[in-house]
């Protein structure tokens, strides 16, 4: 079945350094993959998406470039803020969208530091 | 953005006993809801899809009859956890979905003693 492998955390990173999350998937056909973020005390949201191969999400920031070579969505920010910790999860949906079935990963907290 | 709340946010109860977690959908209309249980270090795994005014669909390995699922109107699901066992202490997230995106709830911290 599908799944999503991301890296463990916590990733603890000084304010304006350079992040990277990996995160592999498996899948059967084409997946649309997807990061979202979870804040303290907050629900999931979406950050970014892509929907097919070599696409890039981009939002706040982040990015996410589709690697269907490498099976690969890994998000990076070049400067991060103490505004940006949080849980990231990595996900993946067999359709075009959020609205179907999503599979995630096990999610990675970010701690940034003044 | 289309904001999900769900209900309590944390809750305690003992063994044997029963509990209910609301999710609604509160400024928009969802036919399909989703409730995901995630377990520490773990991923989010869904565990029913609920669809309003029919049953829930389970994923395989989740117990129908121990975890009740109720979709009554287009803005409330509820999840009721039946005869509750200390293992069923997890964080139970839902999602209501419109015909682009699911947005998540913040969550239910359960803990069974």
């Known amino acids: 079945g599908d799944s999503v492998t991301q890296m463990e955390g916590p990733v603890t990173l000084s304010e304006e350094a350079f992040l990277t999350i990996n995160c592999t998937y498996t899948a059967t056909g084409y997946p649309s993959l997807f990061w979202y973020v979870q804040y303290p005390g907050e629900g999931l949201q979406l950050l970014l998406k892509?929907?097919?191969?070599?696409d890039k999400g981009s939002n706040k920031g982040f990015e996410a470039t589709y690697r269907k070579e490498t099976t690969s969505f890994h998000l990076e920010k070049g400067s991060v803020q103490v505004s940006d910790s949080a849980v990231y999860f990595c996900?993946?949906?067999?359709?075009?969208?959020?609205?179907?079935?999503?599979?995630f990963g096990t999610g990675t907290r970010l701690q940034v530091t003044l | 953005g289309a904001v999900v709340s769900q209900h309590p946010s944390r809750v305690i109860c003992k063994s044997g006993t029963s509990v209910k977690i609301e999710c609604r959908s509160l400024?928009?209309?969802?036919?399909?809801m989703f409730w995901y249980r995630q377990f520490p270090k773990q991923s989010l795994m869904l565990m029913a899809t609920?669809?309003?005014?029919?049953?829930?669909?389970?994923e395989q390995g989740v117990e129908k009859d121990k975890f009740l699922i109720n979709h009554a109107s287009l803005t409330l699901s509820t999840l009721t956890v039946t005869s509750a066992h200390p293992e069923d202490s997890s964080f139970y997230i839902c999602?209501?979905?419109?015909?682009?995106?699911?947005?998540f709830g913040p969550g239910t911290r359960l803990t069974v003693t």
């Open positions: 999602s209501a979905r419109d015909e682009l995106q699911q947005y």
């Open positions: 609920s669809n309003e005014g029919s049953k829930a669909t389970y």
């Open positions: 892509a929907t097919k191969a070599d």
């Open positions: 996900a993946l949906s067999a359709r075009r969208g959020t609205a179907s079935k999503l599979t």
């Open positions: 400024d928009f209309q969802a036919t399909t």
